[in-house]
Nanobody, 111 residues
Framework: QLQLVESGGGLVQPGGSLRLSCAAS????????IGWFRQAPGKEREGVSC???????NYADSVKGRATVSRDNAKNTVYLQMNSLKSEDTAVYYCNQGLNWGPGTQVTVSS
């Protein structure tokens, strides 16, 4: 059974950092493009970052320069490092592979 599970969210002050994790089971992450998305209250889900199977990365303009996506093949896990967090980064963050979505992890940026 293919499964994605996010973790690492929490409450952080503006300017702080978080590293989100997306652990996969039932398939090898390295073979697929993996996306990070987020959904803020009252807003549509939006793409944040993507890590392709070849290692190419891209980022939404809203997080460019503050986010880094990476992969640990030994742990079958993709990470999203977020720095210089802003209140507008508050959202539920999801990882995605094709039609597979994790349950999400809440990130709240507030003082």
């Amino acid at each position: 059974q293919l499964q994605l599970v996010e973790s690492g969210g929490g409450l952080v002050q503006p300017g702080g950092s978080l590293r989100l994790s997306c652990a996969a089971s039932g398939f090898i992450l390295d073979n697929y493009d993996i996306g990070w998305f987020r959904q803020a209250p009252g807003k549509e889900r939006e793409g944040v970052s993507c890590l392709s199977s070849s290692g190419a990365t891209n980022y939404a303009d809203s997080v460019k320069g503050r986010a880094t996506v990476s992969r640990d093949n030994a742990k079958n896990t993709v990470y999203l490092q977020m720095n210089s967090l802003k209140s507008e980064d508050t959202a539920v963050y999801y990882c995605n592979q094709g039609l597979n979505w994790g349950p999400g992890t809440q990130v709240t940026v507030s003082s």
